[in-house]
């Protein structure tokens, strides 16, 4: 059976670390993946996104939304191949990330940025699986890997509403029909023990 997979989270809550181990442990089983990762670097839009979050350009939340949506509609192909092939698609970020960052901390409108989503036929998500950090923990961690922040790494108050809005998405299952809010504070290996679990939790209750 297949399962479209997304790990959310402040930056530093480990969701490259746990895609990757998520993937191991899928491909222990024999299961087939798709991983893919947003912003991507290689689209014409995720080169313009990574711009912005490196101060090169500025860009206002509406334009900030309508550039990650479409990086993420040029994989729209991509996903629903993979799962009408019986593959687990697994996303580093996705549109939840759009509806946290540029809704909950930016003002965009959820509605409005739901809709745009709609039309550009984004697929929707079977599971979101937040990895839950404090801003403080955000910044420590980023801080230790790059000394450099970006944008949206650097500050303490933008990560705050972030850290809400994943809740509130969370607690409405805003764009994915279920959510799951994993303890990210823990060990790498604690909690990838937790999102394997849940994971294949999933995939044995879509195969009954």
Not at 44 to 58: H, T
Not at 132 to 152: A, M, N, Q, V, Y
Not at 155 to 184: G, I, M, P, Q, T
Request: charge should be positive; hydrophobic fraction near 40%.
């Amino acid at each position: 059976m297949s399962l479209f997979v997304v790990l959310e989270g402040l930056d530093g809550s480990g969701g490259e670390t746990q895609t990757k181990r998520l993937v191991e442990f899928l491909h222990s089983r024999g299961r087939a993946v798709e991983v893919l990762t947003y912003p991507n670097p290689k689209s014409p839009f995720g080169k313009i996104i990574y711009d912005y979050l490196n101060k090169k350009i500025e860009l206002s939340p509406d334009a900030q939304m309508s550039l990650y949506a479409t990086d993420m509609a040029l994989d729209r192909e991509k996903i629903n191949a993979a799962l009408q092939q019986g593959k687990i698609v697994i996303a580093t970020r996705y549109f939840l990330s759009t509806l946290a960052y540029q809704c909950g901390a930016k003002g965009v409108p959820l509605e409005k940025a739901v809709e745009f989503a709609k039309m550009l036929k984004l697929p929707v998500p079977d599971l979101v699986i937040c990895l839950d950090i404090s801003p403080e923990t955000s910044i420590k961690r980023k801080f230790g890997e790059h000394k450099k922040l970006d944008r949206h790494e650097e500050s303490k108050a933008l990560l705050a509403k972030v850290r809400e809005a994943y809740r509130n998405l969370a607690n409405n299952k805003v764009f994915a029909k279920e959510w799951v809010v994993v303890d990210s504070e823990k060990s790498i290996e604690a909690v990838a023990a937790e999102v394997q679990k849940i994971v294949l939790s999933k995939l044995k209750l879509e195969s009954k």
